[in-house]
T-cell receptor, first 114, second 112 residues
Framework: NAGVTQTPKFQVLKTGQSMTLQCAQD?????MSWYRQDPGMGLRLIHY???????DQGEVPNGYNVSRSTTEDFPLRLLSAAPSQTSVYFC?????????????FGEGSWLTVV | GQNIDQPTEMTATEGAIVQINCTYQ??????LFWYQQHAGEAPTFLSY????GLEEKGRFSSFLSRSKGYSYLLLKELQMKDSASYLC?????????????FGSGTRLQVQP
């Protein structure tokens, strides 16, 4: 059981380049989300999805796009990278039941924009 | 906003007990989580509280008071491996069904 898998783990981009952070989960979770973590600021929600074909914006969506064509995959696209997007990115997934569900995180993707 | 406040840093001694506090805005509250995060790693789930009271899980316990907008994480019999950041996260009803709002984290240093 792989859980939540993120790739790449490390990436350096030049300002203006585009790239996609991949996220896949094998737990048949309906809910998936992307967070970024900056020093001293905790994790902030970028985008989330409550099921295939459904996405919505979180707290800091500007500069990022997402899609959810399958239950398993939730890629995060940076359209034109900026130095302010240098951060650690975490993908997460959980069931959508109302009980105290656990949110599972991927191992993180360290992105540097120069 | 939905501010979640917790101390930035704490230091404790191996074998001792430490309490990490978290306060949050009560409006729209729909559950509180505690995560542990070691440097360079992903957060890992520790506890979940949605009703008032204490949840105990081995050396770790978490308490919630919904009326006060207050929670704490209690770590007993501290070990060196408990040195990590501890993240308080709240699920609010208006930010997506399963999204969490995180505090900035408390960095705990356990000393010999």
């Amino acid at each position: 059981n792989a859980g939540v898998t993120q790739t790449p783990k490390f990436q350096v981009l030049k300002t203006g380049q585009s790239m996609t952070l991949q996220c896949a989960q094998d737990m048949n979770h309906e809910y998936m989300s992307w967070y970024r973590q900056d020093p001293g600021m905790g994790l902030r929600l970028i985008h989330y999805s409550v099921g295939a074909g459904i996405t919505d914006q979180g707290e800091v969506p500007n500069g990022y796009n997402v899609s959810r064509s399958t239950t398993e995959d939730f890629p995060l696209r940076l359209l034109s990278a900026a130095p302010s997007q240098t951060s650690v990115y975490f993908c997460a997934s959980s069931y959508s039941s109302s009980s105290g569900n656990t949110i599972y995180f991927g191992e993180g993707s360290w992105l540097t924009v120069v | 906003g939905q501010n979640i406040d917790q101390p930035t840093e704490m230091t404790a001694t191996e074998g001792a007990i430490v309490q990490i506090n978290c306060t949050y805005q009560t409006s729209g509250f729909n559950g509180l989580f505690w995560y542990q995060q070691h440097a360079g790693e992903a957060p890992t789930f520790l506890s979940y509280n949605v009703l008032d009271g204490l949840e105990e899980k081995g050396r770790f316990s978490s308490f919630l008071s919904r009326s006060k907008g207050y929670s704490y994480l209690l770590l007993k019999e501290l070990q060196m491996k408990d040195s990590a950041s501890y993240l308080c996260a709240v699920r609010f009803k208006d930010t997506g069904r399963r999204a969490l709002t995180f505090g900035s984290g408390t960095r705990l240093q356990v000393q010999p």
